[in-house]
């Protein structure tokens, strides 16, 4: 079938698997799936895209010549964090404050833990350093909270780290001082040395200073953003290139964009990937936020479950909540984020047993799409969650990834029966694999009451949205009992995130750390002084976005921009960000209505009694989001037809293992369905991209919007 | 019992409140349940709907105090997170709470209580939109910095709840800048009292009251910032609760917190019976403190304060844990005095930790706990003007003690992995005078929430990251502190070795040394040390946790002419590696803490390093291995590892140093040969010891701390002369220390 022609691109690639969606004029999109290509995203992108190019009935060619938009998504990166895989990292730091590292504040032995494990002070840990206590060097220098140098730098000793470093093989260096956020002075001194250092040794070591990757205050926040970057982000850049590269090389004409941590697209050319490192999981976000406006649902509760993660993401009256200091893999940052959380548990998490003490393991290594589970046949001999999956007959060995992999069940059955069963001395092989999905169900199960727990939110007003290519296939056992209002799922859950990211405007923040304290009682001149300052600011911010802007290809008449400023009473330490109500302050009456616009702001969020007017107002950062819309994709509303699905939909039956006995289960073709469609359990609901799993007594419904809906027993 | 002590010293009181009050307590008296619940009806109605609402009131004080730590100006709210917020009944009992200083569960139901029974219906009287705060200990708080507000919750006319919050202030006005005031040997010297006071009506804080803080302290941007963050938050929850009020009606919300609570109670208990063995459990620790030729102290008693601190737990078969003070010695002239509000506070955020930490905990916790704090004691002083500024330094000792006790009956009933040494004293500094704005200041600077833990007995204790009073430990960004004071970190350091050793060693602590800029008049002072005693033990042959270290300073030195020449300064501080000495010209000083001198000024220098916890287990069983990681990382010596561990290396370079298997086998062989040999039979020590008893053989600190103990205690007195066989009329020779001027 040929629709019209794509004008937004949109891939995600997962831990397992890459998806694109393409997005015409009209919002109709189509999607194609592929397995994740770690060595080269380039490849899985490409077969990924040529797969929804297939479904849209044009060429490669023609979708990217057409495109405006190439959206790159990914959790790559924050794996490499995750599983400690990233660069040998060295270290130059303020000395005297080299144990930071280990230290991490002392909150980071708790941080990202629920409310119960806080307590329990017994289960508080240090996570792993990103860079070895050993690695890292302490030069002699101090500047104050002011930016004044109170010792100068004793560049001797940074010429002895540097060389040290490079001695060690170290692959990137890393210079967080105190401070450096307001005076750079020493960082820039010290990268002129490493510079030099490294190429009198030859080295091509990678230099990163925290002013330029995160020029905020609070340094343990500061140097855990430039130790991610470094660590992390380095093999995802070439990685983003090759992308590039490939798109161009099939006749795309503008620069691929990535998502931002609080939402907004840019330019993979974006130096400071760390921001970037969990789009893929954003993308879900604000896929679900677009969704819910869409349908009327705004508080949700959304869950991606894919090959080696399972990410967690809360809408409230469809807001997202943009987490300030977020905790990323354990570590505190200073950024904008919008809330996630995240725990190792994926379909394609290896399942192991000790032979010596019999525990059983879920990962966290997981089989990814090279080699693949065992049933995928390609030489992994550990069996995996998805291979449990094909054992109990959940998945249609003939239809996985509309049957492009052909699934050996028998093999996978083998290897789990050697690995698994046996060592637990379970005779029923099945028994055993039922009991492997209970455990990651129950895990991914126990995660979501945590975050509604730490978030204070009862499940009673959140409908639980699924997704990814696992969700649908886990959701019956990982919502029941929890509570939710409903448990929403989509044709397209395999390639939601995707979808997700192309519901992104392009979005760019540019902001200035300033001290602009607000007159108590100031005269006209004096009020009117601190106006033209903010004023010149925003001025300079608007060209910067400009030029930005259109060096990202935006026309200047398709971007806007809108002046915020960061205030708080004089004294505070946290800032209430408010989107300037006047383009331009001009004079005392312009100022005197951005304060009444912060109080406001802050009344409803802090309530009244927390105004402290007595204490005066202070400005501490200026901005200008910039912005441009692209087009979106859309849902069709339909009307309610018949419950029973059109008979053509239903492909059959087969033997499916529900607890603990096998079951003749009806199966039915998820395209096919239609709203006001019911289907009762047990069934399968397939899907090239995904399955969903009905388990007896449960039911699905499909809603106007073709949204499925899933309903305990 | 607890009635008897609760009651005790109140008149009678009247209004519907106070009927509720006393109606309740004359139920749980009769029927040993909470209000007479003996079935817990709508829980069994509906179980689900039970436990959504608790999760629900749990979730309104969790969202609350975040948004209270939003708006507070205080690093230690904002940064460190020194706050809770709660939800109380009627009667002011604790339905729920957030995350945060556990301490508080039931000092704030006391301050509730107080106000009932002091007729505060009648006058000041108890309305909608009222603000009430407090900070009297002997009211309902632990010390000054503890400073409480609540607001009474009312549905259509009726009181149904009460929200409270409470933040620990960083500046109270004392005589000495801070809060923990080392200094204060009498109230009248620990700061700004708020006393139960109607701070405000009609949600808004008096502007009167906040003149009398801003006029009354160091530092008021932090005390009046933060009494409104606590507003605020307990806003939120009044209007989260009479949302749910609306959906399940007052009279449901009403029954549901009463059942909460009795569940609570069940729940404590069962999990007590659960996790230990029951029966009597006996531990012990001790706490000196060294005011001597300090200036400002006044000549009220004795000075150098040593406290014994034993404990008596006893675990019934119901699961009731009840903690025997018996033998605790006076209070004294000093600021380590605490109230029985204080004690509640110690238990309350220790069985948080142990047993309470799924987030149920609640009043009913304490209504299955009984504490017996003797009269006249530091832990329950008989005179209300004593000061309890630095509760927290007997408080520590004394609830590490608790740690230890549960933890020996958590061993006992299988669960090791639950065993933990537990907490130590970690000392504050605090400090005044002008800043680097040129402004006065205030501050106590609160990094002391990282300490090292106690050893657990599957793993090391955690390095600077743990303290007692709050177990989300955060020692806050250097960035953040340094804009509130004229002070720049030369070094935030690991402490090596500051861990008691063991088979899995304390946590470690860490050490901060600062140069003083721009200010020539900077105060500094410290709190809570105890410098030549331990103050907590280990466990299972694992040392005890150090003492304090000393503070050290340089006055008037050398550091801006040896930066001037990029010569070392005074970094790498460590055991045995005095660089300060060796590299700093200028007036050296050593002080034992509390640390009280003359202001600082720009150009001089001054170390504090905080406290590590005690070890688990036998330091000759520790695996090599793990001391390896720890010399790498900068958390032990090597010398420490071949003295205390017995651990032998290859020699090699200090980089790539191996263990050496064979000869630390045969080191170890040899330092437990040693040990037997210097063995003696229990019987024969136990007999040189009490010839030391009966001679009165010990430095005058000792007898004084018997002879004060002794002295109130006849029970005590009976047990002592009862295990040494002394004579009847055996007394250690009375200086009268400690003992109450008043008798």
Redesign the interface.
Known sequence: MTRSRPVVAGIDAGGTMTDTILVDQSGEFTVGKAATTPQCEALGFLESAEEACHYRGIGLETMFRNVDVVLYSGTGMLNVLLSRTGRRLGLITTRGMEDMVLMGRGLQAWSGYSYSDRLHAVTHCHPEPLVSRLDTFGVTERIDHFGDVIIELYEHEVRDAVITLIDRRVEAICVCLLFAHVNPTHERRIAEIARAELKAHGSETDLYLSHDVRPVVREQSRLNSVLIEAYATGRGRQQLASIQDTAARHGFRHTVQTLQSFGGLTSIAHPHLHETMVSGPIGGILGAQYVGRLIGTDSLVVSDLGGTSFDMGIITRGQVRIEHEPVMGRFKLNLPMIAMDTIGAGAGMHLKVDPVTGKVSLGPDSAGSEPGPVCFDKGNLQPTVCDCDAILGRLNPEYFLGGKVRLNVELAHEAFRKRCAEPLGIDNVHDAAEGMLTMLESEASTALRRILSAQGIHPSEYALLSYGGSGPLHLGGYSRDIGFSDILTFKFAAAFSAFGCTTADYQKRFSRSVRLDVPLAGDEEEMSHVARRIDIVWNDLRRQAGNQMKADGHSANNVHCKPFLLMRFTGQLEDVEIASPIELVADSKGLETVVATFVDTYRKINRCVSTYGQAGVTIVELGVAASAAKIKPKLVRKQLGSPSPCQNTHKGQREVYFGGSWHSTDLWEMDGLQPGNEIGGPAVIEHPATTLVVHPGDQVFVDEWSILHYRHG | MKLAHMMDGHRASKGPLADQLARSERLFASTGHYAGLEDLELRQADP?RFE?VH??L???C??ARE?A???????GV??VGEMVVALYTPEGDAVALS?GI?VHVHTMSRFIKWMIRNEYEGNPGIAPGDIFANNDAFIGTVQVPDVMDVIPIFHEGRLIAWAGAVCHELEAGGITPGGDVALAQERYAEGLFVCAEKI?VN???RRDY?IRC?RNLRMP?YW??DE??K??AC??IREQLLELVADIGAETLVSLCREFIEEGRRSQLARTRQLTVPGTYRGHAFYGHITSGKPGFQALGDPDWLYAIPIEMTIGVDGKIMLDFEGAQPWGYHSMNCTPAGMDGGMFVTL???M????MVNAGAWLATELRLPPGSWTNPDRETCATATSWALLLPAFGVFQRLLSRGFLARGFV??V?VGQVNSPMIEMGGIN?HGDEFGIAHFEC??AG?GA?AI?DG?????VGWN??????????W??EMPL???????LPNSGGAGRFRGGNA?LS?W?V??TDELRLVTSEHSSRVFDNAGMCGGYPAPTCQVHRTVRNSNIAQR??N?L??V?DLGPGQDRLASRLDGIHEQTEGPFIAAPMKSGDIFTHSYNGGGGYGDPLARCPKLTLTDM???HSSRRHAEVVHGIRFLESSE?ELAIDWDATKQARKSMLRNRLERARPVSAWLSEERQRVMSRDFVPEVRKMYAAAMRLSPRFAAEFRQFWSLPSEFSFEDTGAGKDPSK
């Open positions: 689900l959504t999760m629900k749990r979730a309104f969790v969202s948004m730590r939003r708006i507070s100006a205080s690093p904002r940064e995350n556990m405000g949600d808004t804080i906040v801003e941007i009046v910032l409104q963050a507003v605020a806003i939120y948080t930790q142990h309470n930490y799924e987030g992995e639950e933990f680097q929430a990282a833990s657990l793993k955690l390095d600077t990251a743990y177990p989300e430990s955060d020692m806050g960004n250097v960035e953040i340094e804009q720049l970190y030369l070094g935030r350091s690991i860490f040394t140069l800029s721009k930066a001037r990029r070392p300064l970094h790498r990382n900068g980089s």
